[in-house]
């Protein structure tokens, strides 16, 4: 990211909208340095902007680079809305790319997310995704968990799954946030993190 200084934060983040040519709300900032001056005199502000259209541009450059080095042919599409981050990949052969039981991409999708959470010092939800793969995934995923917690809540005997992920964790504790007397708790680390269906009596 640039850092930018100007005598004021408004003064700062209109001179750098008109630079990146966007409008002042596209903008993330995180103030460096901030003097007073005395009597406003020698006041500034020092901070590090971008706009989130660069994160777009970073994500399609970083994993250009990347199959570049591994000698790779990839057709990359990148679609943003705020802090989601959607890649869709194609290749002629996208199962190397899957890997076994998406294994690789996994990797993929967690080394990108790394990157662009270093690189932009926040979180960005990031999916990495091949001919579907994953869109499919979850929702076999919503569906295995729905029939879980059905078991869970007639039964009242708590259920584990097995290691996933944290996307899948996500997908499977939002299908399930609004699902009567059944919670989900995570556990685990690493490679072990797994998901728990709780019985919970007293959620409605």
Same mark, same amino acid.
């Given at each position: @990211? =640039? *850092?930018y200084t100007a005598k004021s934060l408004d003064a700062l983040l209109t *001179?750098?909208?008109q630079e990146k040519?966007?409008? *002042?709300? =596209?903008?993330? +900032?995180y103030v460096i340095e901030e003097k007073t001056g005395?009597? %406003?005199i020698g006041a500034s502000v020092t901070a590090e902007v971008y706009a989130l259209s660069e994160v777009k541009t970073f994500t399609e450059d970083y994993l250009k680079s990347f199959f570049? %080095?591994? %000698?790779l042919e990839v057709e990359v599409d990148v679609e943003q809305n705020n802090q989601n981050i959607k890649v869709t990949l194609n290749a002629e052969n996208n199962a190397i790319l899957i890997g076994k039981s998406g294994k690789s991409l996994e990797g993929i999708?967690?080394?990108l997310r790394n990157a662009i959470n270093a690189?932009?010092? #926040?979180?960005? +939800?990031? @999916?990495?995704d091949i001919n579907n793969y994953k869109t499919e995934r979850y929702v076999k995923l919503k569906a295995m968990a729905t029939r879980i917690a059905k078991t869970v809540q007639r039964t009242k005997v708590d259920a584990s799954l097995? !290691? @996933? !992920?944290?996307? =899948? #964790?996500r997908v499977i504790h939002k299908e399930l946030t609004n699902f009567p007397n059944v919670r989900t708790e995570s556990e685990g680390k690493g490679r072990d993190r797994h998901l728990r269906i709780v019985y919970d009596a007293n959620k409605e």
């Open positions: @990211m =640039e *850092q *001179q750098v909208a040519h966007v409008d *002042q709300s =596209e903008l993330v +900032y005395f009597l %406003g570049d %080095g591994f %000698g999708n967690t080394l690189k932009f010092k #926040r979180r960005f +939800y990031v @999916m990495v097995d !290691p @996933m !992920p944290n996307d =899948e #964790r």
